[in-house]
Nanobody, 122 residues
């Protein structure tokens, strides 16, 4: 089984910064991609940023230039540094890990964390 655990959410004023962390643990062959999604009240879950393979990075247009995703491959951990936060960034942030469980299997599985609340408000 694979566990995905996030940390680092909280309340911050507009213009402030937060850093989210996400660690994947358990038994698996490799992590194909790892990243962050968010869901605001009344809206669908959306991609924020993700790392595919070793260095292919995608960002949502709304966070480019403000958010930075990074990865510690040895620790199976990704980080999301969020700067210049805006009220529109308020949401529950979820970490996702797409994992290949066994070396000889072509089946990949998505695992999600429990979510961490980020609130940007004065």
């Amino acid at each position: 089984q694979v566990q995905v655990v996030e940390s680092g959410g909280g309340l911050v004023q507009p213009g402030g910064s937060l850093r989210l962390s996400c660690a994947a643990s358990g038994s698996f062959f490799r992590i194909n991609r790892m990243g962050w999604y968010r869901q605001a009240p009344g809206k669908e879950r959306e991609l924020v940023a993700r790392i595919i393979g070793d260095d292919n990075i995608n960002y949502a247009d709304s966070v480019k230039g403000r958010f930075t995703i990074s990865r510690d491959k040895a620790k199976n951990t990704v980080y999301l540094q969020m700067n210049s936060l805006e009220p529109e960034d308020t949401a529950v942030y979820y970490c996702n890990a797409n994992v290949r469980l066994r070396a000889l299997s072509y089946s990949n599985t998505d695992y999600w964390g429990q979510g961490t609340q980020v609130t940007v408000s004065s």
